[in-house]
């Protein structure tokens, strides 16, 4: 079975940075699509980043050039770098995944994309 586990989180000061990893186990990780998701109070959960086997990225508007994803294939784990937090990024981030069925330029940002999930970690960013 697939599972996902994230860790990273906790509080920080607007314009601080945090490092939110997701550890994979269970599923051959290179054939997976690999994103970051956030789900604010109130809001429906929505797409940060994405990655796929290739190495292809893409980002939300609300984060490019703040955030980037990476992956470690030997060890079979996402990350999530952010920098210059903003506390409109507060919110429970997820780490999903989905088979990859070809190589695509950009990977898909809808939750709806994702059948495998993780619990989430907080992050919590304070002005």
């Known amino acids: 079975q697939v599972q996902l586990v994230e860790s990273g989180g906790g509080s920080v000061q607007a314009g601080g940075s945090l490092r939110l990893s997701c550890a994979a186990s269970?599923?051959?990780?290179?054939?997976?699509?690999m994103g970051w998701f956030r789900q604010a109070p109130g809001k429906e959960r929505e797409g940060v980043a994405a990655?796929?086997?290739?190495?292809?990225?893409s980002y939300a508007d609300s984060v490019k050039g703040r955030f980037t994803i990476s992956t470690d294939f030997a060890k079979a784990t996402l990350y999530l770098e952010m920098s210059r937090l903003e506390p409109e990024d507060t919110g429970v981030y997820y780490c999903?995944?989905?088979?990859?069925?070809?190589?695509?330029?950009?990977?898909?940002?809808?939750?709806?994309?994702?059948?495998?999930w993780g619990q989430g970690t907080q992050v919590t960013v304070s002005s």
């Open positions: 999903a995944a989905e088979h990859s069925y070809g190589p695509s330029i950009y990977p898909p940002l809808g939750p709806d994309k994702y059948n495998y």
């Open positions: 269970g599923y051959t990780y290179s054939s997976y699509l």
């Open positions: 990655i796929d086997s290739h190495g292809s990225t």
